[in-house]
T-cell receptor
Framework: AQTVTQSQPEMSVQEAETVTLSCTYD???????LFWYKQPPSRQMILVIR??????QNATENRFSVNFQKAAKSFSLKISDSQLGDTAMYFC??????????FGAGTRLTVKP | DADVTQTPRNRITKTGKRIMLECSQT?????MYWYRQDPGLGLRLIYYSFDVKDINKGEISDGYSVSRQAQAKFSLSLESAIPNQTALYFC???????????????FGPGTRLTVL
């Protein structure tokens, strides 16, 4: 079974600084997908970024980027120029081809003014 | 209007009561999922459906049942609610891509259920 581990239960960062959230996963699959979801206090699950395992290039979405290390089974999220609105729970998730998602336990990020 | 809606948004019920959580989507997606979120555990899959006639158990299906009434509707039932089913419940949808690349899952706003 696939497992997803987020080793940082809580993190904080000063506004405008950069922060990196860690995620590791365990799988024997070669074709899969990785995601970061954001859950603000409104509790809505919002997709931040996704990465296809067959793509070597790291995904980026504006201030959000990932460092995908397939051999190491690592998928970290970097948030640049942190904003107060980035305060939220962040979940890393793994999905096999056409299958269900497995989520990590989450990292609570607080952006301080 | 939201693409994935859940009703109710909040519900308080008593032990032993039957309760149904409903999910509707206007995205036209074939696949629908029910997840449960508990503090410190992330989201865990309860049931999923790849089309109206296809229902599958997830990681934690005991104590739950589902019904896929139509492509757009997927309901989760707790036949006899118990306090440890107090949690945040999410519905999600996903399209069935034919290009070989899986689609992202899109989540509803969640239902906060409290069982006293």
């Amino acid at each position: 079974a696939q497992t997803v581990t987020q080793s940082q239960p809580e993190m904080s960062v000063q506004e405008a600084e950069t922060v990196t959230l860690s995620c590791t996963y365990d799988t024997s699959e070669n074709n899969y997908y990785l995601f970061w979801y954001k859950q603000p206090p409104s509790r809505q699950m919002i997709l931040v970024i996704r990465q296809e395992a067959y793509k070597q290039q790291n995904a980026t979405e504006n201030r959000f980027s990932v460092n995908f290390q397939k051999a190491a089974k690592s998928f970290s999220l970097k948030i640049s120029d942190s904003q107060l609105g980035d305060t939220a729970m962040y979940f890393c998730a793994f999905m096999k081809q056409y299958n269900d998602m497995r989520f990590g336990a989450g990292t609570r990020l607080t952006v301080k003014p | 209007d939201a693409d994935v809606t859940q009703t109710p948004r909040n519900r308080i019920t008593k032990t032993g009561k039957r309760i149904m959580l409903e999910c509707s989507q206007t995205k036209g997606h074939d696949r629908m999922y029910w997840y449960r979120q508990d503090p410190g555990l992330g989201l865990r899959l309860i049931y999923y459906s790849f089309d109206v006639k296809d229902i599958n158990k997830g990681e934690i299906s005991d104590g739950y049942s589902v019904s896929r009434q139509a492509q757009a509707k997927f309901s989760l039932s707790l036949e006899s609610a118990i306090p440890n089913q107090t949690a945040l419940y999410f519905c999600a949808t996903q399209s069935k891509k034919t290009s070989g690349v899986a689609d992202t899952q899109y989540f509803g706003p969640g239902t906060r259920l409290t069982v006293l």
